[in-house]
């Protein structure tokens, strides 16, 4: 066996030439190893003696070395990479999603290219077609809403072999009571197959929003929906809100918030919502919590008390909703157990376990003082 060379881990990462890079045999005889034993500690450390396995370590700080990620993949024909594609990232609803599939997909070695599509559909297509081009051993996407050609590269995806994972949302419920069962956002869906699918069925959290409304006496409500035209999920929340209040012989309004800064906008649409200081209806489900703290801001500047005269609630249960004055009613989605759920899906499937349809997740109304009366 190679004597170990002294190391310095002072020393910096040696220079090299031509293409630059420590080579896998440099690093075995910095550390008195075969270059076997050190391709061993890369792919499986635990497989390798805690006393080996630390001269390795070191010598891997003091070379500096990367391992080749392409030519791993050449060998073995599969990658380590997950490609997942959201709405926004921006937006922490979905950072806690990627939370969870980082945190799925860590142990068990695979690293996430991330890509974000601004809500739109075309960018979504691009992103998919160049995400695909990493050759990843997965690929998640967010909603069951595609274009004809991103729909068509996802079913080519999984033909090939990938798996693709749709996140967030289920299909409609197949019949909601009333005569909005359906609103034209949902004329657009494209039959799916082969997508395992996991998320929750956002019409029926509209009606369950709509459902505590109700309960709470009201009977003039108003549902200010999302101003992106390709937010499908608060579209779907709207259809099923709009659905239940019907269903039960009350009066709903239906109000697009206009696009921009979502707080600003919120205040905007409870300005809508008033006549001089008198609010058009008792209750308003807001699309998301954003849009309904602007109008809790807005409310207070106006001097309408919530929920005496207007009582509000949000989605999406934002750490700041139940810090306001009065807190935010609101409804807590699974985020993180959304990406957590994902990725051990997907490590099934790379291990050739039984595929899955569909998981449903289950969310959580949080009922506070926006809609509750004081006693």
């Given at each position: ?66 391992p ?85 590269l ?57 459902e505590?409304?109700l309960?709470?006496?009201h ?12 937010d ?25 918030a ?15 919502l ?33 929920p ?8 999406g ?59």
């Amino acid at each position: 066996m190679n004597k170990p060379r002294q190391l310095d881990s002072d020393a910096p990462p040696r220079q090299r030439r031509g293409h630059g890079r420590v080579t896998l045999e440099e690093v075995a005889q910095q550390a008195g190893v075969t270059s076997i034993t050190v391709s061993r500690y890369l792919r499986e450390p635990q497989r390798v003696a805690p006393v080996t396995a630390e001269r390795i370590q070191a010598a891997l700080q003091a070379t500096g070395y990367l391992p080749n990620k392409q030519a791993g993949q050449l060998a073995s024909g599969r990658s380590r990479i997950v490609a997942a594609i959201i709405p926004s990232i921006a937006n922490s609803i979905f950072a806690e999603t990627v939370q969870g599939l980082s945190d799925g997909l860590q142990p068990a070695g695979y690293e996430l290219l991330l890509a974000s599509t601004g809500y739109s559909m075309e960018r979504e297509e691009e992103q998919i077609r160049a995400l695909l081009g990493w050759f990843p051993s997965g690929l998640i996407v967010t909603g069951r809403h595609h274009s004809p050609a991103a729909l068509a590269l996802l079913r080519a995806a999984v033909a090939a072999g990938t798996p693709v994972v749709e996140v967030w949302d289920l299909p409609p419920l197949a019949a909601l009571p009333g005569p909005a069962q359906r609103d034209s956002a949902q004329s657009d869906i494209i039959p799916q197959a082969n997508f395992t699918q996991v998320g929750f069925n956002h019409e029926r959290v509209g009606r369950a929003m709509a459902e505590h409304l109700l309960a709470l006496g009201h009977r003039q409500l108003a549902y200010i929906d999302s101003g992106v035209a390709e937010d499908y999920r608060a579209h779907e929340r709207g259809a099923g809100f709009q659905a239940a209040v019907r269903a039960a012989g009350a009066a709903v309004r239906h109000v697009t918030a206009p696009k921009g800064e979502a707080i600003a906008m919120g205040r905007l649409a409870l300005a809508g919502l008033l006549d001089g200081k008198r609010p058009l209806v008792s209750a308003a489900a807001f699309a998301n919590d954003h849009l309904a703290c602007g109008a809790l801001l807005e409310a207070e500047a106006r001097r309408v008390a919530v929920p005496e005269k207007l009582a509000l609630m949000g989605f999406g249960d934002f750490p700041i909703s139940a810090q306001l004055n009065p807190s935010l009613t609101t409804v807590s989605p699974p985020r993180y157990q959304i990406g957590r759920e994902a990725a051990g899906l997907l490590l099934a499937s790379f291990d050739g376990g039984e595929s899955v349809a569909q998981r449903e997740l289950p969310w959580e109304l949080q009922v506070r003082q926006s809609t509750t009366r004081k006693r």
